[in-house]
């Protein structure tokens, strides 16, 4: 079965860090570019990040550039997401996914929340 | 503020067709494909259309897309109370080098 499963989010305090994780399984995970989303409470769907599968290349949203890192662990068969200085603004729900926003992404594991507030 | 512009709303009766609108410019939807996800509240979002017409497996013929220029729309017929949820269209754009969802658009089966 091919499944996504993120972890790693939390309370954390405004400048504070964490990294979120996402395990996959069922497919062969370094063939494919994955992505991250968040969804702010009661609002929609944010692209976050995105890392290509086998040249590793990153993008990142403007409101994210310079505090978030996206990386990948082909190995491991698992997709981070170093968040650091973290704001107010970055509470939501975090979900990873396979694939890119414009050839679709098929494959969404079911999100992990994280809080910044003090 | 998103570069992909939706209606807020759309509804119709049981059995009906909606249309879902999504507005871009030249540098996302004029150059690229499109995608387009629903969002049962409280779960995950589901890929329901992408590179701008195609349905993944298990995805029924009542979903369609289509894209014309800078717009997409996307289609639901026979409409089922199943399919009240919201619906995002996505796409790359090319000037900003990153991805970006539409507004989000709640259909409300009467």
């Known amino acids: 079965e091919v499944q996504l499963l993120e972890s790693g989010g939390g309370l954390v305090q405004p400048g504070g860090s964490l990294r979120l994780s996402c395990a996959a399984s069922?497919?062969?995970?370094?063939?494919?570019?994955m992505t991250w989303v968040r969804q702010a409470p009661g609002r929609g769907l944010e692209w976050v990040s995105a890392?290509?599968?086998?040249?590793?290349?990153?993008f990142y949203a403007d409101s994210v550039k310079g505090r978030f890192t996206i990386s990948r662990d082909n190995s491991k068969n698992t997709l981070y997401l170093q968040m650091n200085s973290l704001r107010a603004g970055d509470t939501a729900i975090y979900y990873c996914?396979?694939?890119?926003?414009?050839?679709?992404?098929?494959?969404w594991g079911q999100g992990t929340t994280v809080t910044v507030s003090s | 503020q998103s570069v992909l512009t939706q209606p807020p709303s759309v509804s119709a009766a049981p059995g009906q067709k909606v249309t879902i609108s999504c507005s871009g410019s030249?540098?996302?939807?004029?150059?690229?494909?499109v995608s387009w996800y629903q969002q049962v509240p409280g779960t995950a979002p589901k890929l329901l259309i992408y590179?701008?017409?195609k349905r993944p497996s298990g995805i029924p013929d009542r979903f369609s897309g289509s894209k014309s220029g800078t717009s997409a729309t996307l289609g639901i017929t026979g409409l089922q109370t199943g399919d009240e949820a919201d619906y995002y269209c996505?796409?790359?754009?090319?000037?900003?080098?990153?991805?970006?969802f539409g507004t989000g658009t709640k259909v409300t089966v009467l």
């Open positions: 996914a396979k694939g890119v926003c414009d050839r679709g992404m098929d494959v």
């Open positions: 069922g497919f062969i995970f370094s063939s494919y570019p």
């Open positions: 890392i290509g599968g086998s040249d590793g290349s990153t």
């Open positions: 030249s540098p996302n939807i004029g150059k690229n494909y």
């Open positions: 590179e701008n017409n």
């Open positions: 996505g796409t790359w754009d090319s000037s900003l080098r990153a991805g970006v």
